[in-house]
């Protein structure tokens, strides 16, 4: 079993729908990150979460340590948001990163 | 640009060939890390520096994987003898400190070997 499980490993959406991604960890973790990457391999950082809940514009990541899980929301999807999301998890040591499988996410106009 | 560069961005080698990637990470972060991607998955770990000092290598480094940063500014990854199951993307990222700091990523060197 990998330490950092996501679902689903693909996600069809139509342009306006809210879709919700999801991370199960199994490691204690200093933080949780979510990435994005888009086709060509560059990879931009899109939250940190420790606790708690984060939103940036129609992006809202939320975490639950004592679960240990956290989901990605994407509020109003838009063809833009095409890509694929990663999460990833920085050790109790606080050094590398462990990553998901990533989703890959396809918004339909 | 301040960000995180790799050179090159796309290396074609044939088998047995020995390649050097570069990685110029943001210049004030003393973290920097190299990650390895195949084909459809997340990356994988394979080693980190503090400044100078390498830290930690994954298990996934085999001695043909050599990485230094010698005035811990810019990095080396190289690759002996390489073989055909080291096609991959590598990923350089940086970051200023552990725990609570953001890793910056580059654009990555893709590597094909044929």
């Known amino acids: 079993k990998n330490e950092v499980e996501q679902s689903p490993q693909n996600l069809t959406a139509q342009e306006g729908e809210f879709i919700t991604i999801n991370c199960s960890y199994s490691?204690?973790?200093?933080?949780l990150h979510w990435l994005q990457q888009h086709p060509g391999g560059g990879i931009v950082s899109l939250f940190m979460?420790?606790?708690g809940k984060k939103k940036h514009g129609r992006l809202i990541a939320t975490i639950n340590i004592q679960e240990k899980h956290s989901s990605l929301h994407i509020t109003a999807s838009h063809p833009r948001d095409s890509a694929v999301y990663i999460c990833?998890?920085?050790?109790?040591?606080?050094?590398?990163?462990?990553f998901g499988g990533g989703t890959r996410v396809l918004v339909k106009p | 640009d301040t960000g995180v560069s790799q050179d090159p961005r796309h290396k074609i080698t044939k088998r047995g060939q020995n390649v050097t990637f570069r990685c110029d990470p943001i210049?004030?972060?003393?973290?920097l890390y190299w990650y390895r991607q195949t084909l459809g998955q997340g990356p994988e770990f394979l080693t980190y520096f503090q400044n100078e000092a390498q830290l930690e290598k994954s298990r996934l480094l085999s001695d043909r994987f050599s990485a230094e940063r010698p005035k811990g500014s810019f990095s080396t990854l190289e690759i002996q003898r390489t073989e055909q199951g080291d096609s991959a993307m590598y990923l350089c990222?940086?970051?200023?400190?552990?725990?609570?700091?953001?890793?910056?990523f580059g654009p990555g060197t893709r590597l094909l070997v044929l």
């Open positions: 210049s004030e972060h003393n973290r």
């Open positions: 990833a998890v920085e050790g109790a040591a606080g050094n590398k990163l462990t």
């Open positions: 990222a940086s970051s200023w400190t552990s725990g609570q700091g953001d890793q910056y």
């Open positions: 979460l420790s606790s």
């Open positions: 490691v204690g973790i200093s933080a």
